[in-house]
Protein backbone atom coordinates (compact mmCIF):
# COMPACT_ATOMS: atom_id res chain seq x y z
CA UNK A 1 0.00 0.00 0.00
CA UNK A 2 1.49 3.27 -0.95
CA UNK A 3 2.76 5.18 1.65
CA UNK A 4 0.41 8.32 1.60
CA UNK A 5 -2.67 5.91 2.10
CA UNK A 6 -2.09 4.33 4.62
CA UNK A 7 -3.20 7.35 7.24
CA UNK A 8 -6.10 7.22 4.69
CA UNK A 9 -7.11 3.40 5.64
CA UNK A 10 -6.74 4.19 9.12
CA UNK A 11 -8.82 6.95 9.53
CA UNK A 12 -11.39 5.32 7.34
CA UNK A 13 -11.26 2.36 9.97
CA UNK A 14 -11.68 4.59 12.89
CA UNK A 15 -14.47 6.30 11.57
CA UNK A 16 -15.88 2.57 10.46
CA UNK A 17 -15.40 1.95 14.80
CA UNK A 18 -16.94 5.10 15.48
CA UNK A 19 -19.95 4.67 13.64
CA UNK A 20 -20.54 0.89 14.74
CA UNK A 21 -20.56 1.72 18.40
CA UNK A 22 -22.19 5.65 17.68
CA UNK A 23 -24.82 6.61 20.46
CA UNK A 24 -28.32 7.63 18.47
CA UNK A 25 -31.19 6.78 17.73
CA UNK A 26 -32.19 4.42 15.46
CA UNK A 27 -35.47 4.06 13.54
CA UNK A 28 -36.62 0.67 11.84
CA UNK A 29 -34.37 0.63 8.78
CA UNK A 30 -31.92 2.05 11.03
CA UNK A 31 -31.96 -0.80 13.39
CA UNK A 32 -32.29 -3.23 10.78
CA UNK A 33 -29.37 -2.41 9.00
CA UNK A 34 -27.45 -2.39 12.58
CA UNK A 35 -28.31 -5.70 13.10
CA UNK A 36 -27.45 -7.08 9.71
CA UNK A 37 -23.81 -5.02 10.29
CA UNK A 38 -23.44 -7.11 13.63
CA UNK A 39 -24.23 -10.27 11.61
CA UNK A 40 -21.73 -9.77 9.30
CA UNK A 41 -19.13 -8.63 11.50
CA UNK A 42 -19.64 -11.78 13.65
CA UNK A 43 -21.01 -14.46 11.18
CA UNK A 44 -19.99 -17.07 13.22
CA UNK A 45 -21.38 -17.12 16.52
CA UNK A 46 -24.24 -15.01 15.08
CA UNK A 47 -28.21 -15.66 13.02
CA UNK A 48 -30.79 -12.99 12.39
CA UNK A 49 -34.17 -14.55 12.44
CA UNK A 50 -37.95 -12.77 12.17
CA UNK A 51 -40.98 -14.06 14.59
CA UNK A 52 -43.38 -12.49 12.70
CA UNK A 53 -44.73 -9.25 11.74
CA UNK A 54 -46.02 -6.16 13.31
CA UNK A 55 -49.65 -4.50 12.43
CA UNK A 56 -48.06 -2.59 10.22
CA UNK A 57 -46.03 -5.20 7.89
CA UNK A 58 -42.57 -4.73 10.17
CA UNK A 59 -40.61 -7.58 10.72
CA UNK A 60 -39.92 -8.74 14.51
CA UNK A 61 -36.14 -9.58 13.98
CA UNK A 62 -34.21 -11.39 16.71
CA UNK A 63 -30.72 -11.27 16.79
CA UNK A 64 -29.04 -15.05 18.12
CA UNK A 65 -25.76 -15.21 19.71
CA UNK A 66 -24.57 -18.92 20.27
CA UNK A 67 -21.31 -21.21 18.87
CA UNK A 68 -23.63 -22.95 16.97
CA UNK A 69 -26.20 -20.37 15.31
CA UNK A 70 -29.65 -22.02 15.14
CA UNK A 71 -28.91 -25.28 17.07
CA UNK A 72 -29.71 -26.12 20.32
CA UNK A 73 -27.26 -27.93 22.25
CA UNK A 74 -28.10 -29.93 25.13
CA UNK A 75 -27.65 -28.97 28.61
CA UNK A 76 -27.11 -24.99 26.88
CA UNK A 77 -29.75 -22.93 28.29
CA UNK A 78 -31.55 -20.52 26.36
CA UNK A 79 -31.76 -17.20 27.18
CA UNK A 80 -33.94 -13.97 25.55
CA UNK A 81 -33.78 -10.05 26.33
CA UNK A 82 -37.08 -8.15 24.75
CA UNK A 83 -37.26 -3.86 24.28
CA UNK A 84 -39.55 -1.53 22.76
CA UNK A 85 -42.40 -3.48 23.93
CA UNK A 86 -44.03 0.51 24.72
CA UNK A 87 -42.33 2.03 21.19
CA UNK A 88 -42.48 5.30 22.92
CA UNK A 89 -40.04 3.35 25.74
CA UNK A 90 -36.83 3.48 23.57
CA UNK A 91 -33.85 3.08 26.07
CA UNK A 92 -33.89 -0.45 25.92
CA UNK A 93 -34.03 -0.99 22.23
CA UNK A 94 -30.75 1.31 21.92
CA UNK A 95 -29.16 -0.79 24.67
CA UNK A 96 -30.12 -4.26 23.19
CA UNK A 97 -27.99 -2.80 19.96
CA UNK A 98 -25.33 -1.36 21.86
CA UNK A 99 -25.12 -4.56 23.74
CA UNK A 100 -24.98 -6.87 20.39
CA UNK A 101 -22.36 -4.92 19.19
CA UNK A 102 -20.17 -4.99 22.59
CA UNK A 103 -20.94 -9.00 22.26
CA UNK A 104 -19.85 -8.96 19.02
CA UNK A 105 -16.57 -7.05 19.74
CA UNK A 106 -15.50 -8.62 22.73
CA UNK A 107 -16.05 -12.13 21.44
CA UNK A 108 -13.50 -11.10 17.77
CA UNK A 109 -11.27 -9.74 20.71
CA UNK A 110 -10.75 -12.51 22.52
CA UNK A 111 -12.49 -11.47 25.44
CA UNK A 112 -12.79 -14.72 27.62
CA UNK A 113 -15.85 -13.84 29.92
CA UNK A 114 -17.93 -13.59 26.79
CA UNK A 115 -16.35 -15.93 24.70
CA UNK A 116 -17.40 -18.33 27.50
CA UNK A 117 -21.12 -16.86 27.76
CA UNK A 118 -21.18 -17.57 23.96
CA UNK A 119 -20.08 -20.91 24.15
CA UNK A 120 -22.83 -21.65 26.97
CA UNK A 121 -25.51 -19.62 26.35
CA UNK A 122 -28.17 -19.41 23.43
CA UNK A 123 -28.75 -15.80 23.79
CA UNK A 124 -31.55 -14.16 21.84
CA UNK A 125 -32.13 -10.09 21.40
CA UNK A 126 -34.86 -8.72 20.35
CA UNK A 127 -34.58 -4.65 20.31
CA UNK A 128 -38.28 -4.14 19.06
CA UNK A 129 -41.35 -5.92 19.92
CA UNK A 130 -43.23 -2.48 18.90
CA UNK A 131 -41.65 -1.09 16.05
CA UNK A 132 -45.15 0.92 14.63
CA UNK A 133 -45.39 2.53 18.06
CA UNK A 134 -41.74 3.53 17.93
CA UNK A 135 -42.21 5.15 14.05
CA UNK A 136 -45.09 7.12 15.89
CA UNK A 137 -43.46 8.05 18.97
CA UNK A 138 -40.16 9.20 16.91
CA UNK A 139 -42.13 11.02 14.10
CA UNK A 140 -42.56 14.08 17.41
CA UNK A 141 -39.18 15.06 17.32
CA UNK A 142 -37.00 15.13 20.40
CA UNK A 143 -38.32 18.31 21.49
CA UNK A 144 -42.36 16.83 22.02
CA UNK A 145 -42.22 13.45 22.79
CA UNK A 146 -45.65 13.11 24.37
CA UNK A 147 -46.09 10.54 27.85
CA UNK A 148 -48.06 8.19 25.68
CA UNK A 149 -47.55 8.99 22.21
CA UNK A 150 -46.11 5.48 20.41
CA UNK A 151 -46.85 3.62 23.57
CA UNK A 152 -49.74 1.05 22.07
CA UNK A 153 -49.43 -0.86 18.82
CA UNK A 154 -50.64 0.41 15.57
CA UNK A 155 -54.38 -0.64 16.46
CA UNK A 156 -54.06 0.98 19.51
CA UNK A 157 -53.09 -1.65 22.31
CA UNK A 158 -50.97 -1.51 25.08
CA UNK A 159 -48.84 -5.21 23.99
CA UNK A 160 -48.19 -5.47 27.87
CA UNK A 161 -51.81 -6.01 28.32
CA UNK A 162 -52.58 -8.48 25.91
CA UNK A 163 -50.99 -11.72 26.48
CA UNK A 164 -54.01 -14.13 27.63
CA UNK A 165 -54.75 -13.76 31.51
CA UNK A 166 -53.69 -16.99 33.01
CA UNK A 167 -53.16 -15.07 36.34
CA UNK A 168 -57.15 -15.62 37.20
CA UNK A 169 -56.92 -19.06 36.51
CA UNK A 170 -54.46 -19.96 38.42
CA UNK A 171 -55.36 -17.91 41.40
CA UNK A 172 -58.81 -19.42 40.84
CA UNK A 173 -57.39 -22.97 40.69
CA UNK A 174 -55.22 -22.49 43.56
CA UNK A 175 -58.22 -22.68 45.91
CA UNK A 176 -58.94 -26.13 44.66
CA UNK A 177 -55.02 -27.27 44.48
CA UNK A 178 -54.64 -26.75 40.89
CA UNK A 179 -51.61 -25.72 38.73
CA UNK A 180 -49.15 -22.41 38.61
CA UNK A 181 -47.49 -23.66 35.77
CA UNK A 182 -47.79 -24.85 31.95
CA UNK A 183 -51.12 -23.64 32.47
CA UNK A 184 -52.95 -24.43 28.92
CA UNK A 185 -54.40 -21.61 27.00
CA UNK A 186 -58.01 -20.75 26.28
CA UNK A 187 -59.47 -22.13 23.52
CA UNK A 188 -60.01 -18.67 21.89
CA UNK A 189 -56.41 -16.88 22.44
CA UNK A 190 -55.71 -15.98 19.25
CA UNK A 191 -59.08 -13.93 18.53
CA UNK A 192 -57.99 -11.82 21.54
CA UNK A 193 -54.67 -10.64 20.74
CA UNK A 194 -52.73 -8.32 18.36
CA UNK A 195 -50.05 -9.99 15.70
CA UNK A 196 -46.77 -8.82 17.72
CA UNK A 197 -48.29 -10.92 20.57
CA UNK A 198 -48.89 -13.77 18.69
CA UNK A 199 -45.68 -13.61 17.18
CA UNK A 200 -44.29 -14.07 20.96
CA UNK A 201 -46.47 -15.97 22.15
CA UNK A 202 -45.40 -18.57 19.03
CA UNK A 203 -41.64 -17.37 18.98
CA UNK A 204 -41.66 -18.60 23.34
CA UNK A 205 -43.36 -21.61 22.52
CA UNK A 206 -40.55 -23.04 19.99
CA UNK A 207 -37.96 -22.58 22.44
CA UNK A 208 -37.02 -23.49 25.66
CA UNK A 209 -36.38 -20.43 27.23
CA UNK A 210 -34.87 -20.85 30.75
CA UNK A 211 -34.32 -16.56 32.11
CA UNK A 212 -35.33 -13.72 30.18
CA UNK A 213 -35.79 -10.13 30.81
CA UNK A 214 -38.37 -7.03 29.20
CA UNK A 215 -36.82 -3.78 28.78
CA UNK A 216 -39.32 -0.82 30.10
CA UNK A 217 -38.99 3.11 30.58
CA UNK A 218 -40.46 5.32 32.83
CA UNK A 219 -38.83 4.55 36.20
CA UNK A 220 -35.79 2.83 37.35
CA UNK A 221 -36.61 -0.53 38.93
CA UNK A 222 -35.78 -4.14 38.53
CA UNK A 223 -39.77 -5.71 38.53
CA UNK A 224 -40.17 -8.95 39.24
CA UNK A 225 -43.75 -11.56 39.04
CA UNK A 226 -46.31 -11.27 39.92
CA UNK A 227 -47.72 -8.49 38.32
CA UNK A 228 -51.31 -9.10 39.12
CA UNK A 229 -52.66 -9.01 43.03
CA UNK A 230 -54.31 -12.24 43.63
CA UNK A 231 -56.26 -10.44 45.99
CA UNK A 232 -59.40 -9.75 43.59
CA UNK A 233 -60.98 -7.01 45.55
CA UNK A 234 -58.23 -4.37 43.79
CA UNK A 235 -59.99 -3.40 40.68
CA UNK A 236 -57.89 -0.39 40.23
CA UNK A 237 -54.72 -1.40 38.86
CA UNK A 238 -53.39 1.51 41.18
CA UNK A 239 -54.13 -0.54 44.33
CA UNK A 240 -50.88 -2.40 45.88
CA UNK A 241 -50.76 -5.94 47.31
CA UNK A 242 -47.47 -8.00 47.18
CA UNK A 243 -48.13 -11.22 45.17
CA UNK A 244 -45.09 -13.37 45.22
CA UNK A 245 -44.78 -16.51 43.35
CA UNK A 246 -43.67 -20.22 44.40
CA UNK A 247 -40.36 -18.22 43.37
CA UNK A 248 -40.06 -15.28 45.24
CA UNK A 249 -36.78 -15.33 46.81
CA UNK A 250 -35.09 -16.65 43.54
CA UNK A 251 -36.86 -13.61 41.91
CA UNK A 252 -35.32 -11.16 44.04
CA UNK A 253 -32.01 -12.29 43.96
CA UNK A 254 -32.41 -12.11 40.09
CA UNK A 255 -33.81 -8.67 40.23
CA UNK A 256 -30.82 -7.69 42.66
CA UNK A 257 -27.75 -8.96 40.01
CA UNK A 258 -29.46 -6.12 37.90
CA UNK A 259 -30.12 -3.29 40.13
CA UNK A 260 -26.73 -3.51 41.78
CA UNK A 261 -24.74 -3.92 38.39
CA UNK A 262 -26.10 -1.34 37.30
CA UNK A 263 -25.09 2.56 38.23
CA UNK A 264 -27.75 3.89 40.51
CA UNK A 265 -30.72 1.50 39.94
CA UNK A 266 -29.80 -0.15 43.53
CA UNK A 267 -29.43 3.22 45.18
CA UNK A 268 -33.53 3.13 45.43
CA UNK A 269 -34.49 6.60 44.81
CA UNK A 270 -35.23 7.38 41.50
CA UNK A 271 -37.85 9.18 39.29
CA UNK A 272 -39.40 10.16 42.59
CA UNK A 273 -40.11 6.87 43.54
CA UNK A 274 -38.08 4.81 46.25
CA UNK A 275 -37.75 0.51 46.15
CA UNK A 276 -35.24 -1.15 48.54
CA UNK A 277 -32.69 -2.29 46.65
CA UNK A 278 -34.24 -0.79 43.48
CA UNK A 279 -36.17 -3.67 43.10
CA UNK A 280 -40.00 -4.14 43.44
CA UNK A 281 -42.72 -7.29 43.38
CA UNK A 282 -44.56 -6.11 40.46
CA UNK A 283 -48.35 -6.65 42.00
CA UNK A 284 -46.68 -4.45 44.86
CA UNK A 285 -46.11 -1.59 42.72
CA UNK A 286 -49.42 -1.87 41.14
CA UNK A 287 -51.41 -4.53 39.98
CA UNK A 288 -51.26 -5.27 36.14
CA UNK A 289 -53.44 -7.99 34.14
CA UNK A 290 -52.36 -9.48 31.14
CA UNK A 291 -48.73 -8.52 31.21
CA UNK A 292 -46.05 -10.59 29.85
CA UNK A 293 -43.51 -11.17 32.69
CA UNK A 294 -46.46 -13.45 34.53
CA UNK A 295 -47.32 -15.26 31.69
CA UNK A 296 -43.96 -16.31 30.82
CA UNK A 297 -43.56 -17.98 34.39
CA UNK A 298 -47.66 -19.57 34.10
CA UNK A 299 -47.26 -20.70 30.43
CA UNK A 300 -43.79 -21.75 30.14
CA UNK A 301 -40.75 -22.87 32.03
CA UNK A 302 -39.12 -19.11 31.46
CA UNK A 303 -38.19 -16.80 34.53
CA UNK A 304 -39.02 -13.44 33.42
CA UNK A 305 -38.56 -9.92 35.08
CA UNK A 306 -38.83 -6.50 33.67
CA UNK A 307 -36.27 -3.95 33.30
CA UNK A 308 -37.46 0.10 34.15
CA UNK A 309 -34.37 1.45 32.98
CA UNK A 310 -34.67 5.52 32.66
CA UNK A 311 -37.81 8.01 33.88
CA UNK A 312 -37.38 9.93 30.59
CA UNK A 313 -39.04 7.22 28.37
CA UNK A 314 -37.56 8.85 25.11
CA UNK A 315 -33.93 10.44 26.76
CA UNK A 316 -32.38 12.28 24.46
CA UNK A 317 -29.24 11.20 22.09
CA UNK A 318 -26.42 12.60 24.51
CA UNK A 319 -27.58 10.82 26.86
CA UNK A 320 -26.84 7.44 25.33
CA UNK A 321 -23.91 6.96 26.17
CA UNK A 322 -24.14 7.69 30.10
CA UNK A 323 -26.95 4.89 29.84
CA UNK A 324 -24.86 2.35 28.41
CA UNK A 325 -22.17 2.82 30.84
CA UNK A 326 -24.80 2.42 33.49
CA UNK A 327 -26.08 -0.87 31.84
CA UNK A 328 -23.55 -2.51 30.36
CA UNK A 329 -22.42 -4.27 33.06
CA UNK A 330 -26.04 -5.83 34.55
CA UNK A 331 -26.95 -6.61 31.13
CA UNK A 332 -24.36 -9.23 30.73
CA UNK A 333 -24.49 -10.32 34.55
CA UNK A 334 -28.38 -10.79 34.54
CA UNK A 335 -27.63 -13.32 30.90
CA UNK A 336 -25.18 -15.17 33.44
CA UNK A 337 -27.71 -15.70 36.22
CA UNK A 338 -29.04 -18.32 33.33
CA UNK A 339 -26.06 -20.62 34.69
CA UNK A 340 -27.33 -21.34 38.14
CA UNK A 341 -29.81 -23.77 39.85
CA UNK A 342 -29.87 -27.44 38.21
CA UNK A 343 -29.55 -28.94 34.95
CA UNK A 344 -29.65 -32.32 33.77
CA UNK A 345 -30.78 -34.98 30.91
CA UNK A 346 -34.07 -37.06 31.22
CA UNK A 347 -33.43 -40.02 29.69
CA UNK A 348 -35.08 -43.41 29.20
CA UNK A 349 -33.16 -46.65 29.94
CA UNK A 350 -31.60 -46.86 26.36
CA UNK A 351 -30.53 -43.03 26.67
CA UNK A 352 -33.19 -41.69 24.49
CA UNK A 353 -34.15 -38.26 25.52
CA UNK A 354 -37.68 -37.62 27.16
CA UNK A 355 -39.30 -34.54 26.48
CA UNK A 356 -41.70 -32.83 28.67
CA UNK A 357 -41.01 -34.94 31.82
CA UNK A 358 -41.86 -32.65 34.65
CA UNK A 359 -39.27 -31.53 37.00
CA UNK A 360 -40.59 -31.05 40.79
CA UNK A 361 -38.82 -29.21 43.80
CA UNK A 362 -40.23 -30.62 47.32
CA UNK A 363 -41.15 -27.31 48.87
CA UNK A 364 -41.79 -25.04 45.58
CA UNK A 365 -44.72 -25.75 43.65
CA UNK A 366 -43.68 -24.38 40.31
CA UNK A 367 -42.81 -27.25 38.31
CA UNK A 368 -40.47 -26.73 34.91
CA UNK A 369 -40.80 -29.72 32.15
CA UNK A 370 -37.88 -30.81 29.91
CA UNK A 371 -37.19 -29.95 26.48
CA UNK A 372 -37.75 -31.86 22.94
CA UNK A 373 -33.99 -33.25 23.44
CA UNK A 374 -34.69 -34.64 27.07
CA UNK A 375 -32.60 -31.81 28.71
CA UNK A 376 -33.83 -29.18 31.27
CA UNK A 377 -33.22 -26.23 33.14
CA UNK A 378 -34.42 -25.66 37.05
CA UNK A 379 -33.51 -22.03 38.69
CA UNK A 380 -32.47 -22.74 42.11
CA UNK A 381 -30.86 -20.34 45.19
CA UNK A 382 -27.94 -22.27 46.64
CA UNK A 383 -29.25 -25.22 48.84
CA UNK A 384 -30.16 -29.09 49.21
CA UNK A 385 -33.04 -30.00 46.99
CA UNK A 386 -35.42 -33.01 46.76
CA UNK A 387 -35.93 -33.17 43.36
CA UNK A 388 -38.40 -35.39 40.94
CA UNK A 389 -38.65 -36.99 37.65
CA UNK A 390 -41.86 -37.78 36.08
CA UNK A 391 -43.69 -38.42 32.93
CA UNK A 392 -46.48 -40.40 31.81
CA UNK A 393 -45.68 -44.33 30.78
CA UNK A 394 -42.22 -43.97 33.04
CA UNK A 395 -41.88 -44.70 36.79
CA UNK A 396 -41.03 -41.33 38.86
CA UNK A 397 -37.07 -40.96 39.72
CA UNK A 398 -36.42 -38.80 42.95
CA UNK A 399 -32.91 -37.68 44.34
CA UNK A 400 -31.51 -35.29 46.35
CA UNK A 401 -29.37 -32.48 44.35
CA UNK A 402 -27.26 -29.86 45.96
CA UNK A 403 -26.70 -26.71 44.49
CA UNK A 404 -23.60 -24.64 44.71
CA UNK A 405 -23.06 -20.42 44.21
CA UNK A 406 -21.22 -21.19 41.21
CA UNK A 407 -22.13 -23.09 38.14
CA UNK A 408 -25.53 -25.22 37.54
CA UNK A 409 -25.09 -28.85 39.02
CA UNK A 410 -25.64 -31.70 36.72
CA UNK A 411 -28.68 -33.72 38.47
CA UNK A 412 -29.54 -36.28 35.62
CA UNK A 413 -32.93 -39.10 35.41
CA UNK A 414 -33.11 -41.89 33.99
CA UNK A 415 -36.79 -43.28 34.07
CA UNK A 416 -37.86 -46.85 33.61
CA UNK A 417 -40.90 -47.39 32.19
CA UNK A 418 -44.01 -48.44 33.92
CA UNK A 419 -45.25 -52.21 33.89
CA UNK A 420 -48.42 -52.66 33.01
CA UNK A 421 -50.22 -55.82 34.41
CA UNK A 422 -52.32 -57.30 32.03
CA UNK A 423 -55.37 -59.09 32.90
CA UNK A 424 -56.00 -62.99 30.85
CA UNK A 425 -57.79 -63.07 27.73
CA UNK A 426 -61.01 -64.21 27.79
CA UNK A 427 -62.82 -65.90 25.02
CA UNK A 428 -66.48 -65.88 24.24
CA UNK A 429 -68.21 -66.54 21.88
CA UNK A 430 -65.66 -66.66 19.41
CA UNK A 431 -64.58 -62.88 20.12
CA UNK A 432 -61.55 -61.21 22.16
CA UNK A 433 -62.07 -58.75 24.91
CA UNK A 434 -59.34 -56.18 24.78
CA UNK A 435 -57.91 -55.22 28.21
CA UNK A 436 -57.72 -51.24 28.92
CA UNK A 437 -55.07 -49.61 30.66
CA UNK A 438 -56.15 -46.28 32.70
CA UNK A 439 -54.43 -43.38 31.24
CA UNK A 440 -52.73 -40.86 33.18
CA UNK A 441 -53.44 -37.28 33.12
CA UNK A 442 -51.32 -35.76 30.88
CA UNK A 443 -49.32 -32.22 32.76
CA UNK A 444 -48.93 -29.57 29.45
CA UNK A 445 -45.57 -29.37 28.12
CA UNK A 446 -44.28 -26.36 28.20
CA UNK A 447 -44.70 -24.04 24.93
CA UNK A 448 -42.75 -22.26 24.67
CA UNK A 449 -44.67 -8.13 31.49
CA UNK A 450 -46.23 0.40 33.98
CA UNK A 451 -47.75 3.31 34.33
CA UNK A 452 -44.67 2.10 32.93
CA UNK A 453 -44.57 -1.54 32.52
Given at each position: MAGWLRPLAGTLLLLEVAAAVSFLHHRYEEMVRALFRVQSECPYVTRIYSIGRSVEGRHLYVLEFSDYPGIHEPLEPEFKYVGNMHGNEVLGRELLLQLSEFLCEEYRRGSERVTRLLHD?????????????????ANQGPDAIGY?????????????????????FMYYSG???????????????KSQVEPETLAVIQWIGSYNFVLSANLHGGAVVANYPYDKSQDQRFRSHRRTANTPTPDDKLFQKLAKTYSY?????????????YFVDGITNGASWYSLSKGMQDFNYLYTNCFEITLELSCNKFPPKEDLERQWMANREALVAFIEEIHQGIKGMVTDENNNGI???????????????????????????PGTY?????????????????????AASLVHFQLKQDVVKKA???????????????QKKVVPRAVRRGNQR
Open positions: TRIHIMPSMNPDGYEVALTGRNNANGVDLNRNFPDLNTEISGPNHHIPLPDNWAHGWMHRGWNCGDAGAVISVQGISHDVTSGEMGDYFRLLLTVTASAEGYQPQTVAATVGPAPERKASGTRTNNKTL
